[in-house]
């Protein structure tokens, strides 16, 4: 398995141009290319989810599994997700020296993951505390947003042109991407196949992990 950092995300260099997301599908095609791992699986939740259907609309890859994909809101939802996603951002890099103490306690959890997890107050801290910093931290978050935002839906791949299977994940109680979006990416990826994930927001690997384990390994060659 290769866990890949985007640019501006981790410790890899934001991108000296344009941040949209072609862009940094771009740059993930090409680290395959580089690599030499044509065929590979990939695997992307939310942001990362829209880019591995995007390298599968491009033919790059093999299998791909999207957990909650962006990409296929209507205008109005749209709207939503940036009205309410900016100033969560905002609060997260504001409250950063206290994420510790505040992750540490079922409430702040509840406070501050709500729209993220159906079930906040019952993941530990050591679950969210990293995808929570990384967020706060990552130079390219606030560009990323904005491509999320003002650049264009996701497009389709009509059936029998994605270079394997694919597998849409979406959690039925999901308030970032909502779950009405699942049918609308099921019209522009007709060979996709949906599994809903119960009880669960927009971050299976925190409501599910064992359940989005056995997904992308039994949708993975």
């Known amino acids: 398995m290769i866990a890949v950092d985007l640019p501006g995300f981790g410790v890899t260099p934001p991108l000296t141009g344009e941040v949209s997301i072609a ?21 992307g939740q939310s942001m990362g989810g829209r880019m591995v259907l995007e390298l599968a609309r491009r033919g790059v890859g093999g299998d791909t599994v999207a957990l909650d994909p962006g ?12 009205a309410t996603l900016r100033p969560s951002i905002t609060l997260v890099r504001a409250l950063h ?9 079922p409430v702040g959890r509840t406070l501050l993951l709500a ?12 679950t ?5 910093r990384g967020l706060a931290d990552a130079s390219a978050t606030g560009a ?26 979406w959690g039925r109680r999901d308030l970032v991407t909502v779950p009405r979006q699942a049918a609308r990416a099921l019209q522009l990826f ?5 599994h809903w994930f119960e009880r669960c927001g927009h971050f299976p690997q925190w409501d599910a ?6 997904l992308i390994l039994d949708s993975t060659e």
């Not at 990409?71 to 940036?82: A, I, N, P, Q, T």
């Not at 497009?155 to 849409?168: D, F, K, S």
């Not at 007709?190 to 949906?194: E, G, Q, S």
């Not at 992990?209 to 056995?214: C, D, G, I, S, V």
């Open 23 to 43: 862009t940094l599908t771009d740059s993930v095609a090409d680290f395959i290319r580089e690599q030499g791992l044509n065929g590979v699986a990939t695997v």
């Open 71 to 82: 990409g296929f809101w209507s205008d109005r939802e749209l709207l939503v997700f940036g």
């Open 97 to 105: 020296g206290m994420l510790p103490s505040l992750l540490g306690s």
């Open 115 to 126: 729209q993220l997890s159906a079930r906040p107050w019952a993941l530990s801290r050591e």
């Open 128 to 132: 969210v505390l990293p995808d929570v």
């Open 144 to 169: 990323a947003l904005d491509a999320l935002t003002k650049g264009p839906k996701q497009r389709g791949a009509p059936a029998g042109t994605v270079p394997g299977r694919v597998t849409i994940g």
């Open 190 to 194: 007709p060979d996709a196949v949906l």
């Open 209 to 214: 992990p064992h359940e989005a384990t056995r």
